[in-house]
């Protein structure tokens, strides 16, 4: 199982950065490679369960991604299915008026037979894109909080 993590500090309250995390339709916008993402239930804990289409190598990965754990403003923990299965798991940290968002995401390998010689680039390919997703939630949750102000 391919495991990355990555934190980062946003210029916003809590609420306002777990509402924006939230709502699945948000994700693509911030994510590089998802092209597709999609409500298609809300769950009895409040999470979600969600249709996706990720992009690699030029490759459509599609799934569901369910909320298995939801605690508001604080935590959710998603169970992936389909073309990729693991979890995706997000901690929301209030520091004063800023926010801490640690994301950890933990992947199988679709192709076993070829884990030894994509395991590397599928690592550097999802650090490069997590990095990449929580600075545009870093930018866009910052711009709406200035436009709000």
Request: aromatic content about 8%; charged content about 30%.
């Amino acid at each position: 199982m391919l495991e990355v993590e990555e934190t980062v500090r946003i210029d916003a309250p809590v609420a306002e950065v777990f509402e924006y995390m939230d709502r699945p339709e948000n994700q693509p916008e911030i994510t590089p490679s998802l092209t597709h993402s999609e409500t298609l239930e809300e769950l009895s804990n409040g999470g979600k369960r969600v249709a996706y289409t990720y992009t690699m190598a030029g490759i459509d990965l599609d799934g569901e991604i369910e909320a298995v754990e939801y605690d508001p403003e604080a935590h959710i923990l998603w169970e992936m299915s389909g073309d990729l299965s693991g979890e995706i798991e997000w901690t929301f940290t209030a520091d004063g008026d800023e926010t801490v968002v640690t994301y950890v995401g933990r992947y199988e390998i679709p192709i076993p037979v070829l884990d030894a010689v994509v395991k590397p680039f599928v690592r550097r390919y999802n650090e490069r894109e997590l990095r990449t997703t929580l600075e545009n939630l870093k930018t866009r949750v910052e711009a709406g909080a200035a436009a709000s102000a």
